[in-house]
């Protein structure tokens, strides 16, 4: 299990909120429409194609929360010195946590869009004062003691 991964067990673990956000569906169009949202960006940075361990999908309302792991469909690891984002200098293999990725969702009709997002941090960057401001409703738990 990676750094960011254990954070988020104990997290949830811990957390005393009673959460009122759900979690959208296996095959439903809202959940395919949020991951695709951020497979855009893991795409861009990670190359193409890119599919997803979930491990957290949150919604209410019109924002979204995802916590996942890329991977190659099959689960195929992804290289990431072989990667647009590495070429580019936007991917950093020594200080990132591998290929996991948390997003901050937004939605617009049924239209999904990852606004915030992260590949491989190694700390919980969305959990801090505008974020937890912003994005209370799916974010509650990681935002607590939070203004």
């Known amino acids: 299990m990676r750094f960011f991964?254990?954070?988020?067990?104990?997290?949830f673990l811990s957390s005393p909120v009673?959460?009122?956000y759900y979690?959208?569906?296996?095959?439903?169009?809202?959940?395919?429409?949020?991951?695709?949202?951020v497979r855009a960006h893991a795409e861009e940075q990670l190359g193409a194609p890119v599919?997803?361990?979930?491990?957290?999908?949150r919604a209410k309302g019109s924002m979204g929360f995802a916590a996942l792991h890329a991977q190659r469909p099959g689960g195929g690891a992804i290289d990431f010195y072989a990667t647009p984002g590495f070429t580019l200098g936007s991917i950093e293999p020594e200080?990132?946590?591998?290929?996991?990725?948390?997003a901050l969702l937004r939605r617009s009709g049924d239209t999904w869009v990852a606004v915030h997002w992260a590949i491989g941090p190694t700390d919980v960057w969305f959990a801090y004062g505008p974020f937890c401001r912003r994005y209370r409703a799916v974010i509650e738990d990681y935002?607590?003691?939070?203004n």
Do not use: H
């Open 18 to 20: 009673a959460a009122d």
């Open 95 to 102: 200080s990132m946590d591998g290929t996991s990725m948390q």
């Open 23 to 37: 979690e959208p569906e296996r095959g439903t169009v809202e959940r395919k429409s949020m991951l695709d949202a």
């Open 51 to 57: 599919e997803f361990i979930v491990y957290d999908l």
């Open 143 to 146: 935002c607590a003691g939070v």
């Open 5 to 11: 991964e254990y954070i988020l067990m104990a997290l």
